[in-house]
């Protein structure tokens, strides 16, 4: 995995930079993940390491899985990628690109692990407040955890909220052992 970050990092560069200067981040972030998914599905995985199936052919099953969604553009970075045998790693490109589209965004993700399912108002309240506390737009992946009695874990990069029951539990046990 991390061979492929290093392999996909100069590729992701470089669309990020012809995206941004065109104007085209949306489009090609959504044109990417596209190409991800193509690339992810097991049989298109044994095309990409099949020997005979020559660079016309790979890009032909590249083609018809997008429905001919690609612009021009996107059409020549995929025939770059079966050149120099990369299409493999299109997934690790595409999560990259995204990375660098989010940071000149100002978008940062949360996870949210939250006891019981959250209802809109309450999400919008919360994702106001990590937007305050972060200074940045925070995109939010909730899921529910029921295992956390009670309360959220929020996981923002580095950083760890935890408002759980079972949090608060574990450092009342904690706190009761010390002493």
């Known amino acids: 995995m991390a061979e492929n970050l290093t392999i996909a ?6 669309v990020f930079t012809s995206a941004d200067a065109g104007g085209k981040l949306q489009a090609w972030s959504k044109a990417l993940r596209r190409l991800a998914m193509i690339v992810s599905d ?3 995985h044994n095309a ?3 020997p005979k199936v020559g660079p016309e052919q790979l890009y032909g099953l590249v083609a018809a899985g997008t429905g ?3 612009d021009a ?5 995929v025939r770059v990628l079966i050149d120099n045998d990369r299409l493999s790693v299109l997934p690790e490109i595409a999560t990259l690109f995204d990375s660098l589209k989010d940071e000149r965004e100002g978008v940062i ?5 939250s006891a019981f399912p959250v209802d809109d108002a309450s999400l919008a309240q919360l994702v106001g407040d990590l937007e305050r506390r972060f200074k940045r737009k925070v995109r939010p992946q909730v899921t529910v955890d029921p ?3 009670g309360g959220a874990l ?3 990069g580095d950083e760890v909220i935890d408002g759980t029951v079972r949090g608060r539990l574990a450092s009342m046990a904690s706190a009761l052992r010390a002493e």
Not at 109 to 113: F, G, L, W
């Open 73 to 77: 553009e996107a059409q020549n970075f």
């Open 48 to 50: 990409i390491g099949d």
């Open 9 to 14: 990092r100069p590729y992701a560069d470089a």
């Open 147 to 149: 295992a956390l009695i």
């Open 42 to 44: 097991p049989n298109m």
């Open 154 to 156: 929020i996981t923002v």
């Open 68 to 70: 001919g969604a690609l």
């Open 109 to 113: 993700e949360a996870q949210i692990q």
